[in-house]
């Protein structure tokens, strides 16, 4: 699925316009930087795959059902042996022993720096190699499920190599040099790809242990994935970010694709889509979701437009972003997609007039693009009224309790159109018009 950077902005994916965590640093439990790097990016290209997503989520249940013969994975040392293979080490080719013999001791003898530098890596490769034979040895992790059973799979083949498999299976300390310095050229001249792709295949599993953890420290449940028509149905649906957060259902689907969202501001409008997104976005990475229950068929497009600015060097004024915004959607239908989009309060660039001329026809139009869904939250009422009696549009609001002084709001979800109009009274309440009635001849 394809999300562009407006909407890993929008959803605060690698970014924070506040500066807070975000998705990935909530996601990034890894133990390796190579680890961190592999999460991300996954993180920027999640399935749109039936097949894929369940393959993940096979893994991911799998070791949560393994996490103890997990902790066996040599990641400690992954750093040190990427340094090793990496760095700017003088490498001995000579094979006839004589020749080999004579570059030891004149290593040894003028490069006093180059000589320890490989003793070091070399003994830091076999323990990445010991390391890994103990950890896919453990009879838990026999018969592995989903996409890491190939991983295991190729790992064993690796270690299986013949001169890996002369790699020994005891500490080096007070080896001779020469043993030192063969294993050297095993591990970076015969076998360096070798040992690069078991430091790869070490980072991939790193990354699906952050993944699982994350899914198991927050009590996320593994949405039912299946092929069909695009729709998302879900119960218990919250933001992963909101603290003691109201829970909202969800139910889209090709009878209902577009559901149009009013109601005042901060009653939770934002933070419904938000939560829809995110979790979305969560089961299409093949992670568990924030939700008691969600079930969906994969989408290839996500866009959000929830944060729009003008751009002055640009020469875009704030409507003509969001007319961009549109447009961005509109062209990937135009490619035949299956599309999820998501338009907070779009048009509040231009007058009340066209802006509900604007939405009205949008909306119509989205109605009845076949294999997508919509969420369209807006403050303009009147288009309730206006827009057509089509079953493809379903309805859904939220509202804010009034009396007792002040606004209360309980973040549900209900059925229909809002009709409060609480601008006034929000101003009034903040005590904005007592400021500016204040007779400031008489202080």
């Not at 288009?383 to 009034?402: K, N, P, V």
């Amino acid at each position: 699925m394809v999300l562009e950077d407006h909407t890993l902005h929008d959803l605060e994916i690698f970014t924070s316009a506040s500066g807070g965590e975000t998705v990935f640093e909530f996601c990034d439990q890894t133990k390796t930087a190579g680890g961190s790097k592999r999460l991300r990016q996954r993180m920027e290209q999640p399935w749109a795959d039936v097949k894929r997503i369940r393959a993940t989520q096979d893994s991911l249940s799998f070791i949560t059902a393994q996490r103890q013969a997990f902790t066996k994975l040599p990641s400690y040392i992954t750093r040190l042996v990427d340094h090793y293979e990496q760095d700017v080490l003088i490498l001995l080719t000579q094979l006839s022993p004589v020749g080999f013999g004579i570059d030891i001791v004149s290593l040894w003898a003028n490069s006093d720096n180059h000589y320890h530098g490989v003793v070091r890596g070399v003994q830091h490769a076999c323990n990445l190699i010991r390391g890994l034979r103990d950890f896919v040895g453990q009879a838990a992790l026999s018969a592995p499920k989903g996409e890491i059973a190939p991983l295991f799979e190729e790992m064993r083949a690796l270690l299986a190599r013949p001169r890996i498999c002369d790699v020994p299976n005891r500490e080096l300390k007070g080896a001779r040099p020469w043993k030192l310095f063969r294993l050297d050229q095993v591990f970076r001249l015969h076998e360096k790809t070798t040992v690069m792709r078991l430091l790869q295949l070490v980072y991939e599993m790193d990354a699906l242990v952050a993944m699982a953890d994350t899914t198991e420290a927050h009590g996320f449940n593994f949405p039912t994935v299946i092929d069909g028509p695009l729709h998302v149905t879900a119960d218990g649906l919250v933001h992963p970010f909101v603290e003691e957060p109201v829970a909202n259902s969800v139910d889209l689907d090709q009878q209902h694709r577009l559901l149009f969202l009013t109601g005042p501001n901060m009653a939770g409008k934002t933070t419904y889509l938000r939560a829809f997104a995110t979790a979305l976005y969560m089961g299409h990475l093949g992670m568990g979701v924030p939700a008691t229950r969600f079930d969906f068929s994969p989408a290839e497009r996500l866009f959000t437009s929830f944060t729009l600015s003008d751009d002055l060097r640009m020469g875009i004024s704030y409507f003509r972003a969001e007319a961009l915004r549109v447009k961005a959607v509109a062209e990937a239908l135009s490619k035949g997609y299956r599309v999820v989009a998501l338009m907070d309060e779009p048009f509040k660039g231009t007058n009340v007039k066209d802006a509900l001329d604007a939405s009205l026809a949008i909306l119509e139009r989205f109605a009845v693009r076949q294999d997508c869904l919509f969420m369209f939250s807006s403050h303009l009422i009147e288009l309730g009224d206006q827009l057509s009696d089509t079953s493809q549009i379903s309805r859904g609001y939220f509202e804010a309790e009034e009396g007792q002084g002040r606004l209360r709001f309980d973040y549900q979800l209900r059925p229909g159109v809002s009709s409060q109009r609480l601008g006034v009274r929000v101003l009034r309440e903040e005590g904005i018009f007592d400021l500016l009635d204040r007779d400031t001849d008489a202080e």
